[in-house]
């Protein structure tokens, strides 16, 4: 079946400009996690979506980022006042249920100039 | 909090020769593990992971690797590497922080000469 996919691939933007990062689960997939992935670096988890229970936000680096999902479908992360700092992989995963094997998404490579 | 360690940045080795990654874990209980590879331009895939039972796991691509409580560790092996498997190899580990969110350590980048 269709795997976890990312909207966009890469994406360009400007300093202060905000971006939105698409990510559909692998369907019946309850849990969705987003990670970051900066150059050179391991992963760094951002947020975490279980069904319908309040989503987990504790690894988000700041208030400028936000991410929602709607049920068990759809999320975006967004990042507002894009920083340079922001520039990486940003990567979603879903899962069955929280305890089972992730399976991620090919990523969104940001680049902010 | 949990964590990985891998030492190794990166590791050279021939076509055919074997493979170890090193992996260590830091955790109270037992832990959930696993290792990912990352090809260039590809995702994130799951070689194998270890949740209990048997300490010497069987994963994809011929990959095996072996649980040590006692060194706290979790090796990646491969008997014979391929060209193929040239890649970034990430160990990680459920975190209490959040859930059942991995906490990765900071990878290993395989390198296979002819």
């Known amino acids: 079946g269709a795997g976890v996919s990312q909207s966009p691939s890469n994406k360009v933007t400007e300093k202060g400009k905000d971006v939105e990062l698409r990510c559909d689960p692998i369907?019946?997939?309850?849990?969705l996690y987003w990670y970051r992935q900066r150059l050179g670096q391991g992963l760094e988890f951002l947020i975490y979506?279980?069904?319908?229970?309040?989503?987990?936000k504790s690894g988000l680096p700041s208030d400028r980022f936000s991410a929602e999902r709607t049920g068990e479908s759809v999320s975006t992360l967004t990042i507002q006042r894009t920083q340079q700092e922001d520039s990486a992989v940003y990567l979603c995963?879903?899962?069955?249920?929280?305890?089972?094997?992730?399976?991620f998404g090919p990523g969104t490579r940001l680049l902010v100039l | 909090a949990q964590s990985v360690t891998q030492p190794d940045i990166h590791i050279t080795v021939s076509e055919g020769a074997s493979l170890e990654l090193r992996c260590n874990y830091s955790y109270g209980a037992t832990p959930y593990l696993f290792w990912y590879v990352q090809s260039p331009g590809q995702g994130l895939q799951l070689l194998l992971k270890y949740f209990s039972g048997d300490t010497l796991v069987q994963g994809i691509k011929g990959f095996e690797a072996e649980f040590k409580r006692s060194q706290s560790s979790f090796n990646l092996r491969k008997p014979s590497v391929h060209w193929s498997d040239a890649a970034e190899y990430f160990c990680?580990?459920?975190?209490?922080?959040?859930?059942?969110?991995?906490?990765f350590g900071k990878g290993t980048s395989l390198l296979v000469t002819p």
């Open positions: 369907s019946g997939h309850t849990a």
């Open positions: 995963a879903s899962s069955l249920q929280g305890y089972e094997t992730q399976y």
């Open positions: 979506f279980q069904g319908n229970s309040a989503p987990d």
């Open positions: 990680a580990v459920v975190g209490s922080n959040s859930g059942y969110a991995l906490n």
